[in-house]
């Protein structure tokens, strides 16, 4: 079973949320890193207008190193912070080493979930690295793990895909990026990723399949929608 995530910045809110609710889009992924304005009350609007329309909120402030905005990690954990009580998810980098542990234990102090998340844009990493990021985001306290690897190969996807399932019960999300990864936003469900991100208009990561066409592709396959995390 797997839910739908949708990345989106503070353009054209109103509109992207209304062709979410059509595609039945779950979660609403913030990019707050690549919003144009960051203050706490026009973030503080766009989260009332995601909750509004009964999406589950997951709020990013990506670190630069894994692909967002050259925010320095106070200026990331002041926004996490001031945000926890209206957001429902934090997404906090495996790399981010000095706050995201800070991250993980103020979310769960507010009864909220965590992903810790982990991006190679150039490679898929070996087996046992997977599995030390893995391993140390739930010794951390991660509710959910994600790792997005760039794909060289379908011997990459294969190798993800079964890493994934040995550690199904951990609670993961699993993405291959590019063209040859493609397939991952499909088959990942099966092997017990929880998550599948997607793209309305323009995507955020290389190889996401629009909106529409993912659902449509679901479908076809069979693939549930619905889980709730325990």
Not at 93 to 104: A, G, L, M, P, R
Not at 123 to 133: E, N, R
Not at 153 to 163: K, L, T, W, Y
Request: net charge negative.
């Amino acid at each position: 079973m797997v839910k739908l995530a949708l990345p989106i910045t503070d353009d054209n809110v109103e509109d992207t949320l209304s062709k979410a609710l059509l595609e039945d889009i779950d979660i609403i992924e913030l990019r707050i890193d690549q919003f144009k304005i960051r203050d706490f009350k026009h973030i503080l609007d766009v989260i009332k207008k995601v909750k509004e329309k009964g999406f589950i909120a997951l709020a990013t402030v990506r670190s630069k190193l894994e692909g967002g905005a050259d925010i320095p990690d106070e200026g990331r954990f002041e926004i996490f912070s001031q945000i926890a009580d209206y957001v429902d998810m934090a997404d906090i980098e495996y790399t981010s080493f000095k706050i995201n542990k800070q991250v993980i234990d103020f979310y769960h102090s507010k009864g909220k979930s965590v992903i810790m998340s982990y991006h190679d844009f150039e490679k898929t990493p070996s087996d046992d690295y997977i599995q030390t990021i893995i391993n140390e985001s739930k010794l951390m306290g991660a509710d959910i793990v994600k790792y997005a690897f760039k794909a060289r190969s379908f011997e990459d996807v294969a190798r993800v895909m079964c890493i994934t399932h040995k550690n199904r019960e951990k609670n993961l999300v699993a993405i291959l990026m590019g063209e040859i990864g493609k397939v991952s936003r499909v088959i990942a469900p099966v092997f017990g990723s929880l998550i599948t991100y997607t793209f309305i208009g323009q995507s955020f990561a290389p190889g996401q399949l629009e909106a529409k066409k993912l659902n449509e592709l679901l479908e076809f396959f069979n693939i549930q929608k619905g889980w709730k995390l325990d």
